[in-house]
């Protein structure tokens, strides 16, 4: 079969964010221009007789650190090899690199065969929202920070600085950024943007679940009661797993972290949500 695998164009980002939303993954509206900005050369496209067929994501942060996603092949051309070639042109990109990723839990048997290991579970939960306000004083638009402190706060969680991605994620129109800044420093970070279905609340970063929680109740205020509200937990951070279930939230999906190697050293106990499964 002759198969071309080339990295994406950006006008062509819906055709990764589409096949993510028939996977019943539910990106938001706006992600494909935020991914792509983290890393232009990240995102190929398998195309056979021109037409497009797959896709892999292999978005590598500052050249040591790397996290895979969207991987997907058309439903008619499965079984034929596309994804094996789509996988070692990923792989061929990313030598050298710590390789993360959240896979799905039908494929995680051959991540393991491709010599990853699983550290834990990420659980997908949904709310619906009831209307209540959050009017705590130590909420701040992120706009009134410094990026310079958001940038380094976030690094702090994620394990090494995403400059690119964050500027692009947090000037999406369809993205409400908030902190919470306390005795002069920065304690909580957190996004909820609008996605297929609902909204998405990631990242939330903060330093304790006094902090989480309010900024979680805030996001929250942010949108139209009766919204659906999602929040992707890793069930490492015992205090974000007692968030989840302090408001009853449902689990509706999970993958697990997995790494080909020993993952870079991160404050684990400051994510309660996950910025994204793509992403990290």
């Not at 030598?95 to 494929?107: L, P």
């Not at 949904?126 to 009134?144: D, F, H, M, W, Y």
Request: some cysteine.
């Amino acid at each position: 079969m002759d198969i071309d695998i080339r990295p994406i164009r950006p006008e062509e980002m819906d055709f990764l964010i589409d096949l993510a939303a028939a996977e019943g993954w539910n990106p938001g509206l706006r992600d494909g221009d935020a991914f792509y900005a983290a890393d232009p050369e990240g995102f190929l496209v398998a195309e056979k007789d021109g037409e497009k067929v797959g896709c892999i994501s292999g978005v590598s942060y500052g050249g040591v650190y790397a996290f895979l996603g969207f991987f997907i092949v058309l439903p008619d051309y499965r079984a034929q090899g596309i994804g094996h070639d789509m996988w070692a042109a990923i792989e061929r990109r990313l030598e050298g690199h710590v390789n993360g990723m959240d896979g799905v839990v039908a494929q995680q048997e051959n991540y393991r065969s491709a010599g990853y290991v699983k550290y834990h579970r990420s659980v997908r939960y949904k709310n619906v929202t009831g209307g209540e306000r959050c009017e705590s004083p130590l909420i701040q638009p992120a706009s009134s920070v410094d990026f310079g402190d958001i940038l380094a706060y976030d690094k702090r969680a994620f394990g090494v600085e995403r400059e690119a991605f964050l500027r692009a994620w947090l000037a999406m129109d369809n993205l409400i950024a908030q902190v919470i800044v306390d005795e002069g420093r920065i304690r909580a970070f957190g996004c909820i943007r609008e996605c297929r279905a609902g909204w998405k609340i990631g990242p939330l970063f903060a330093d304790n679940l006094q902090y989480a929680d309010i900024m979680y109740r805030s996001l929250c205020s942010r949108v139209e009661p009766g919204s659906e509200v999602f929040l992707d937990v890793p069930e490492t951070n015992e205090a974000a797993m007692r968030l989840a279930q302090h408001y009853a939230m449902d689990s509706v999906f999970e993958t697990a972290r997995m790494y080909n190697r020993e993952p870079l050293a991160t404050e684990n106990n400051l994510i309660f949500g996950i910025t994204s499964f793509e992403l990290g």
